[in-house]
């Protein structure tokens, strides 16, 4: 009760703080020779309000405390700590605070870390940045107030979704949101740049570590999303074209093109107006699919909060967004670069260009590829499916080019280029080829676009493995980052092509046998836990060099909510994930059993993570 | 004569597994192209719920009755509507969403090529 009252009114004044913060500015900004104190105060006392809100909320949950509406809903008496914690995020209200944390965290954050930039940009900075947070405010009191009051008060709760209870996907939402929402702080200090037509090589340097931030955690938010969709979901697969997917991979590209065409602006200072864009998209693309999730529009395994009227207010928000940053672009943006506008063909400037150009393409094959089925829906009631197939045929192709540029382009000069070593350029590509040709040959798979595949992602790969030992080869984080990709595209491809997979039905003490591989279904135990009972079945599956493994997948039938879901049991070696699932079949004493033998599945994580390591040391080089 | 009979059933049973074993692989391509109508964003490969395992057999059965992976799609769509398919085909309510990001795709470069990039 009374975490709830405490909660709700930190709510109210964080809500008058941001109001009375567009004042502050207003007389701040006639007279701006130094930040004015007041202003960072409150800017603190807001995230501490805000602080606070949230630890009732957390606290409410912890001694669950049913009389309040979202515990009640989402958490109950049985559940381990640790879930009751998570289940704080775990849905609509509380993960929407978690977005106002991390607007009014960042906002701090930058107003405290800014150093050597004009007062005005801070603090119109700060007005465009609670334009955004007071929207916030005003939609979670309106229409999803995380503390609203059910009475009488109920003794027991309703539970949360046994498949959130789950160590990654607690910690995925915060991570994810950092790097989500994070991208608001980009969007408001480009709107008051842009303004104060102070966009230049040094402000593109003080906003590049913002927009790393951003990008290290919504690679990291992705990253753990997908492992816990690998092993929570029961299916073996780590990335399913799922709408809601799709609308988290969306920022990330229009992240990754900023972050590459930043680099641009911050050498030579143009390509301002694009840079002000991509800003722009960034956040209304984070926006957008917080629309879409919360609106419920989209059928997909996230949603988990399916209201009309939140998204319409979602929607009309982030039309004045929208609406606000065009206004602001067309009206104080003057391009004044075009006399540099020309670059030569072969040059490091140009292969950015290339990057951004298919970025933007991948970008719009996503976008077009999720909502294009609402707006299909909507205008002819036609209901279709736009799935992997889609995709895969999309991008797939156009990632040839894509990898053979990643690989020569960081090596251009600015300006103006040639190609040096030009011997050692081609003999690496035709071993290359060699090395693809010689893989799928002995697999079978000759398929000709996969051997051009695998063979332009070797080719980034050794590329840029032999620069991590060349001396004239500076940019350790870039390379970093793009060998980390090139082992990505690889261990997914391989992972694709040589991944091996039994169905079969089996009752306990039977056993099912083929040329490679013999699986033992010896025992089923039980075990009762706090929040669930399960079924557990041993198995003993060897291959044909005589291996054993022993496996023990689980059925589990959680208690609050009354939800059975399939645990796998999965073996990770480094050179590959052997996974087992089972599942009752109905009305009968058979189980069905799904054992998949996964080539390089731990290589896919690692890769991710040597990705954003590349941003983690590029963010740490130009602090020193 | 003996040796030939072995042979021959040699290569039957060789050919019938290897029959078997192609019918798998194109049951599991085409239930992964299909969409489990009664699931939230699943295929009717990933899903194990009835209706999922229900398809499941239809399709195996469609197989046995020599239909090409087409024809069985074009009885799913007659049967459940366009819904059901992952991979929607080119038809006039699709043209939009086939050929507008390849329209993107040529556009950006034909930006590029003319603003940025000196003729020489």
Excluded at chain 1, 1 to 20: A, D, H, T
Excluded at chain 1, 48 to 58: A, M, P, R
Excluded at chain 1, 109 to 136: D, E, M
Excluded at chain 1, 474 to 499: C, R, V, Y
């Amino acid at each position: 009760m009374i975490y709830s009252l405490i909660g709700y009114y930190s709510l109210v004044i964080g809500l008058i703080i941001g109001l009375s913060l567009f004042y502050f500015s207003y007389k701040n900004f006639n007279n701006s020779d130094i930040l004015d104190i007041k202003i960072l105060s409150f800017t603190f006392l807001q995230l501490f309000f805000v602080v606070i809100s949230f630890l009732s909320l957390i606290f409410s949950f912890v001694i669950s405390d049913f009389s309040n509406e979202t515990v009640f809903n989402n958490s109950h008496t049985t559940k381990p700590l640790f879930y009751k914690i998570s289940g704080t995020w775990g849905n609509h209200e509380g993960s929407l605070l978690l977005w106002l944390l991390v607007l009014t965290l960042f906002i701090f954050l930058f107003l405290i870390r800014t150093k050597n930039q004009p007062v005005k940009y801070k603090i119109l900075t700060l007005v465009f940045q609670q334009i955004i947070i007071v929207g916030f405010f005003l939609f979670l009191i309106k229409t999803s107030n995380p503390f609203n009051y059910i009475f009488p008060i109920p003794t027991e709760g309703l539970g949360l979704n046994p498949i959130l209870q789950d160590p990654a996907l607690a910690i995925h939402p915060p991570v994810l949101y950092l790097g989500y929402v994070g991208s608001s702080i980009i969007f408001s200090s480009v709107l008051a740049a842009t303004s104060l037509k102070i966009i230049s090589t040094s402000w593109a340097s003080h906003i590049k570590n913002w927009i790393l931030i951003s990008w290290i955690f919504l690679t990291m938010g992705i990253l753990l999303g997908s492992i816990w969709a690998y092993y929570e979901l029961g299916w073996g697969g780590f990335w399913f074209w799922d709408p809601v997917e799709n609308v988290s991979l969306m920022p990330w590209l229009a992240l990754t093109t900023l972050l590459h065409c930043i680099l641009v602006l911050e050498k030579k200072s143009i390509l301002t107006s694009w840079v002000i864009i991509l800003s722009i998209t960034t956040f209304t693309l984070s926006m957008c699919g917080t629309f879409l999730v919360r609106s419920g529009i989209l059928n997909s395994v996230h949603t988990f909060a399916n209201d009309p009227e939140r998204g319409l207010f979602i929607l009309v928000f982030l039309f004045i967004l929208i609406f606000l940053s065009i206004l602001i672009f067309f009206f104080f943006h003057k391009d004044n670069d075009t006399k540099s506008y020309s670059f030569f063909w072969f040059s490091k400037e140009t292969s950015i260009l290339i990057n951004n150009w298919f970025m933007m393409y991948f970008l719009s094959v996503v976008l077009i590829g999720t909502v294009y089925p609402i707006f299909l829906d909507v205008i002819s009631s036609q209901k279709i499916s736009v799935g992997p197939p889609f995709y895969h045929k999309l991008i797939i192709p156009f990632l040839i080019p894509f990898l053979l540029m990643m690989a020569i382009g960081p090596k251009l000069k600015w300006i103006k280029s040639q190609l040096e070593d030009k011997i050692y350029l081609i003999s690496f590509l035709i071993i290359s080829i060699l090395l693809a040709f010689l893989v799928l040959k002995n697999f079978n798979q000759n398929i000709l676009i996969n051997t051009i595949l695998i063979s332009s992602a070797l080719y980034l790969f050794f590329m840029t493995l032999r620069d991590f030992f060349s001396k004239t080869y500076k940019n350790i984080s870039q390379n970093i980052a793009h060998f980390g990709f090139s082992l990505l595209i690889l261990s997914i491809l391989f992972n694709n092509l040589f991944a091996s997979e039994i169905i079969t039905n089996l009752k306990v003490g039977e056993t099912f046998e083929n040329s490679k591989t013999k699986i033992v279904f010896e025992s089923v135990d039980q075990k009762k836990e706090k929040n669930y009972n399960a079924i557990i079945a041993n198995f003993s599956i060897s291959n044909s060099n005589g291996e054993e493994d022993r496996f023990s997948p689980e059925l589990r039938i959680y208690n609050q909510p009354v939800i059975a879901t399939s645990e796998a049991d999965i073996k990770t070696t480094l050179m590959s994930d052997k996974f087992i699932v089972i599942n009752l079949v109905q009305n009968q004493d058979f189980f069905n059993v799904r054992y998949q033998v996964k080539p390089f599945m731990l290589w896919i994580w690692l890769s991710v993570i040597l990705i954003s390591f590349g941003g983690i040391v590029s963010f740490l080089q130009k602090k020193s | 004569m003996k040796f030939l009979k072995f042979f021959l059933i040699v290569i039957i049973l060789f050919t019938l597994s290897s029959v078997n074993a192609e019918e798998n692989d194109k049951r599991n391509k085409i239930t992964k192209n299909l969409r489990c109508l009664i699931c939230q964003g699943q295929s009717v490969y990933d899903s194990d719920s009835e209706f999922a395992n229900s398809l499941k057999i239809v399709v195996d059965k469609k197989l046995q009755e020599g239909l090409s992976e087409d024809q069985i799609y074009e009885y799913f769509k007659s049967k459940y509507g366009e819904w059901i398919l992952y991979d929607p085909g080119l038809n006039k309510n699709t043209y939009i969403l086939w050929l507008l990001p390849i329209l993107i795709f040529l556009i950006g470069g034909a930006i590029i090529y003319k603003s940025f990039i000196v003729k020489k």
